[in-house]
Each structure stands twice: as structure tokens, then as C-alpha cells.
């Protein structure tokens, strides 16, 4: 099945083109013209770019050089150019794919939905080409750890703050992943719980109190409030996803 297509002047420069992209060799790919090349009427006038499709051989074909092209061409058809820096297997038998791109913030897109979207996508294809079910991630710029340490700030003072006021909270729709982080982030604190709410995949966190704090607990703490709340960034600065800080005016809608 196609994982790549090129256009080129000669079938020769569509192949050194194609094997330089996916960084193989000859014999883990196959080649098909979808579109010759002109030179024009008797070899004279303007020459055509000819259409070369790349296909992997199921069997064959290195997993890393399918994901690279699928990643290449859903990229591509969405305007940018990207570079897969590297591969490496994370929990439970994932595969991590870092990204690098100048186009990074679109890619990642608002709270990380289009990384998400390019995710799914590139494993439905490469399912279909290879016959298996590898679990693909995709990172780019550190996207996923800072996202995480944000998260996980937010989960912590939102926590604070619930156990303080007694006022339950509700955060904006989260994936499995991002709202695992924030259970875990508040499943030692005997002040309050979490529970998700919503169907879908995209679910909210609400997090409420279940005990009453001991006088005292938070003498030496930064007093959490609805106007400091905000403050959260990332580590390395603003948030490329373009996201807001906490905003706590509204019962239904908070980070």
C-alpha cells in the first residue's frame, strides 16, 4: 500500500527522492508511475514533473520507515513539512515518534486536539498496511511532558483550592491519558476526589471536597484564590497549543 508520493522528472531521481525521505533502501519499498514525465512535443518546450507512488511491502517494509512516510504525507497534505528525529518504545510496547517541525504550534494544534487527530490517523493507516495494531504516540517539541507537568500543576492547585473553599470544580474536556494524570495527581490527597464526567472520549475531571481540611494544613502553603489561580505556565513559557490560563468565574468552565 502507498506511503509516500513524489514528483519527480525521471523515475531514477523519484527513487533517490523517496528512499533520502524515508531514509531505506531499494529492496524494502516498491515503486509505481501514476503520471509519466513530459519533455514536451518532440523533446522541445517545458518538461512535466512526472507522479511516483512509494508502496511498502507488507512482511518487509520496516515499521519505521512506514510511519515515516504516512507521517510525511498526512503532513504534507496538510501544508507542512516535518522531520521524524526519532523512535523509541515506551510502556506497555508504545511507540514513541518525536517530531520536529517549524510548524510545530499548528501541528499540536488547541489543547493538543490536531496532535491527537494526526495520532489516530497514522495508526489507522499503518494498520492497514501492516496487518497489526501498533500503538503509535506522537510527540513534538516536548509537547507531551509539558503538557503532562501542566496538567498536573493545574490537578495540584485546583485540588488546593476545592479543599480550601469547599467548592467542587469542573476542567475542560481531557483525553484518558490527560485525565489519568489528573487522578493520579490527586489520589494521595485525602481532602478531595475526582471523578470523571461526560461520555465520549473527551470527558471532564470534577474534583470535589470529602473531608474537612485540619486547621492549619496550609499555614506555610501560598494561599490558593481564584485570582492566583490563573497563574500557571509552562516550564519553558507560554503554552504553544495557545492555551489559556485557569479561569474560575465560571462553575462550567474551568481548567
Known sequence: MQILEVQALSEKEALDESLASLGTTEDNIELSVLKKSSSGFLGLGQKTLGI????????????????????TTLLGHMGYSVTVKDYRTVEEGK???????EFAGYIIGKHGRTLEALQFMANLIVEKITGEQPKILLDIENYRERRAQHLMEIAR?????????????????LNPYERRLVHMALQDNE????????NGVYKRVRVFRVATPAAGDAANEVLITEENIGNIRFDEGKDPEGADDIDFNSEDRHR
Not at 95 to 101: Q, R
Not at 191 to 198: A, D, L, N, R
Open 157 to 173: 492547585k485546583t485540588g488546593e483550592y476545592v479543599s480550601r473553599t469547599g467548592k467542587s470544580r469542573l476542567l475542560d474536556p
Open 52 to 71: 511516483y507512488k512509494i508502496n511498502a511491502i507488507r512482511g518487509k517494509t520496516p515499521l519505521a520507515v512506514i510511519i515515516r512516510g504516512v507521517l
Open 95 to 101: 511507540l514513541m515518534v518525536d517530531l520536529e517541525s
Open 191 to 198: 481532602i478531595v476526589k475526582t471523578e470523571s464526567e461526560g
